[in-house]
């Protein structure tokens, strides 16, 4: 059975640092997404990672894929408060691509 | 990408009815999935719809309670039946895109059972 972890699960961060959220998977996948999502809104699709060693950025966010470590990293640069949403992380099943698992989320809060 | 919409947006509903919710995309779409989030909590999959066969459910999850519609490419509806107070989540409709690379989500249904 495949299982998503993300640590932290809630983080506090001052405006203008830098952090990382994990996300780790118990089986094999090479799919990989990251969504965020706002108070009482739905999910926008940030990520998708599709291969070992994939990096994508946009904005002050940069995620990666490590298949064979089965972690995925998102990482904020320069926070702002804007970014203060929660954070998903899903996996696609290597055998049935069609069932997608989440990570308990990670809830991000960007103080001045 | 695919535009997804979802009726009700919310609705407030008493304990042992039954409340349908309709997810209609602008394209046609093989899979659909239907996936519940209870208040703080992830994410769940409910179930997958494939039109023209019947509703893939999850383990915890039964047809029975939550029956599915998947009557063209575009269109699929969730059921809640008999409604209980944990029935209370948001219901989110989602849909698979180029070929399962990116998945798309609707604006979700709030559903709370008094």
């Known amino acids: 059975e495949l299982k998503v972890e993300q640590n932290p699960l809630f983080l506090s961060m001052q405006e203008g640092k830098n952090y990382t959220i994990y996300c780790n998977y118990s089986?094999?996948?090479?799919?990989l997404y990251w969504y965020r999502q706002d108070p009482g809104k739905s999910l926008e699709s940030l990520f998708v990672l599709l291969s070992n060693g994939a990096v994508k950025q946009e904005g002050r966010l940069m995620a990666s894929l490590d298949t064979k470590a089965r972690l995925s990293t998102l990482h904020i640069t320069a926070a702002v408060h804007d970014l203060s949403a929660t954070y998903f992380c899903?996996?696609?099943?290597?055998?049935?691509?069609?069932?997608?698992?989440f990570g308990p989320g990670t809830s991000l809060s960007v103080i001045p | 990408s695919a535009v997804i919409s979802q009726k009700p947006s919310r609705d407030i509903c008493q304990r042992g009815t039954s409340l349908t919710i309709q997810c209609q995309v602008d394209s046609q779409v093989t899979m659909m999935f239907w996936y519940r989030q209870q208040p703080g909590q992830s994410l769940t999959l409910i179930a997958t719809?494939?039109?023209?066969?019947?509703?893939?459910?999850e383990s915890g999850f039964v047809i029975d309670k939550f029956p599915i519609s998947r009557p063209n490419l575009t269109f699929s509806t969730l059921t809640v039946s008999n409604l209980s107070p944990e029935d209370s989540s948001i219901y989110l409709c989602?849909?698979?895109?180029?070929?399962?690379?990116?998945?798309?989500f609707g604006p979700g249904t709030r559903l709370t059972v008094t």
């Open positions: 089986t094999t996948s090479d799919r």
């Open positions: 719809a494939n039109q023209g066969s019947e509703a893939t459910y």
């Open positions: 899903a996996v696609a099943l290597e055998t049935s691509y069609d069932k997608v698992i």
């Open positions: 989602s849909v698979e895109w180029r070929m399962g690379y990116e998945q798309y």
